[in-house]
C-alpha cells in the first residue's frame, strides 16, 4: 500500500483503526485552528469550544468512512462547516436554547482551564482590543457563507481548491465569495483602514512607490 | 505612448490579488506589484485598503482554547456510543462513489433502469392483454347455439344397451 502523502490522513488511518494516540495528536493539532474558526463564526468562546468538541467526536465517528480522497484538513473543515452552519440554524429557530443540551451528557461538569495569553502593555492593548473589535463587528454582519470564506482564507495550510472544497462551491464562486466579502468589509472598516491603524508591517507586503 | 494594459493585464492583477488575500507577496510578486502600480497610481490606494484589510484579519488573535481541551474531547469520545457494525455498512458514504460525477453516472443509470424495468412491464401488460382479447374474440366462431337443440336426444343415442344387430349388418355390407 502507498503511503500517503498527507501525515494528518496517515494519523487519521490509524484512528481509523482505532489507535486513539493518533486521535490525539489530530485534535492536539487542530483543536486551535478549529475552536478559532467557531470563536469567529459565534463570537462566544464557551460555544466555540463545545462545537469544537462536537466537531472531534464527529472526527472520530466519521473514521470508518474515511478515504484519503483529499488532505485530512480539508475533510475536518467540512465537517466542521456542517457543525457550524448547522449551530447558525439552529440559534435562529430556538435562540434561547444552549448548545450543552447537544453535548453527550457527563457525569461532572466540564470546567475549561484557561491560560492567560495577554501581553499587551495597556494602550497597546487597548488599541488592540478596539480594533479586534471593529473587524469582529464587520465580520458578524457578513453573511455566514462570506464570513467562513475568510475565516478560511486565513488558514495557511487550505488553498483555494480546498476552501472550495470545504464550501461544497466551485473555484470561482468562492473567490467570487471571498471578493464580495473583502468588499464589504473595506467599506464598513474604511475609517480605520484609512488611519493606517494596521500600518506597522507595510513595506513587508505593499512595496513603496518609487519615484 | 503605452497603456495600462500593456504594462500588466488584467488577469495579473487578479492573481496578484488573490495572492496578497493569504499571505505577504514575495520579492518577485512585489516587483510585478511595483510595476503594475507605476502604470496605474489610481489603484495604489485600492491596494492600501486590500493590504491593510489582510493585516487587520491576521491580526485577529487566535482564540484561546482550554488546556484540557484534549483531555475533554477524548472523554467525550470514549463516552460517545458507538455506531453498531450493521448501520455502519448501511451507510451510503461506504457504497456511493466518490465525486460528484461518477454518483451523477450511477444515479442516471438507476434511472434509466427503473425507466427499462417500467417499460418491460409496461409491454408484458400489453401482451397479456392482448392475448385476452384474441382469445375472447375467437369465441365469436364458436357454431350457433340454435345446433346444440337437439344435443340431449343424440347424446342419449349412443346410451343403446342392446347392440342392434341388424342395423350393424346393413352397415357392414
Known sequence: MAKPPDPDAALMLLAKDGDLRAFEQLVEKYKQPIVSLMFRMLHDLSEAEDLAQIVFVR???????????????????????????????????????????????????????????KTFTPPEAFLHHELEAKIQ????????????????????????????????????????LIHRARETLKLRLKPYLQTGAWEEKRAETLPTKRC | MSTVNDDMPDSVSQELTELAWRRGLTPDEQARLRQ????????????????????????????PVSSNFTALVLQAVQRAPARPVWRRRLDPALWLPRGWMPRLALGATMV???????????TIQRQRMARDLASVGSLATLQPVDWLQNFHTIENLSRVEVADDALLQIVQR
Request: charged fraction near 30%; aromatic fraction near 8%; include cysteine.
Open chain 2, 36 to 63: 503594475y502600480l507605476a502604470a496605474r497610481p489610481q489603484a495604489r490606494r485600492q491596494w492600501e485598503y486590500e493590504a491593510a484589510l489582510t493585516r487587520g484579519l491576521n491580526s485577529l488573535p487566535p482564540a
Open chain 1, 59 to 117: 472526527v472520530h465517528q466519521s473514521a470508518f468512512r474515511y478515504e484519503v480522497s483529499a488532505k485530512f484538513s480539508t475533510w475536518i473543515f467540512t465537517i466542521a462547516r456542517h457543525v457550524c452552519l448547522n449551530e447558525i440554524r439552529r440559534r435562529s429557530r430556538h435562540p434561547a436554547e444552549s448548545i450543552e443540551s447537544s453535548l453527550p451528557e457527563s457525569d461532572e461538569p466540564a470546567t475549561r482551564q484557561f491560560e492567560d495569553h
Open chain 2, 112 to 122: 434509466c433502469l427503473s425507466l427499462l424495468t417500467v417499460r418491460e412491464y409496461q
Open chain 1, 137 to 176: 463587528e464587520a465580520l458578524d454582519e457578513l453573511p455566514e457563507k462570506q464570513r467562513l470564506a475568510v475565516l478560511l482564507c486565513r488558514q495557511d495550510d487550505l488553498s483555494y481548491e480546498e476552501i472550495a472544497r470545504v464550501l461544497g462551491l466551485s473555484l470561482s464562486a468562492t473567490k467570487s
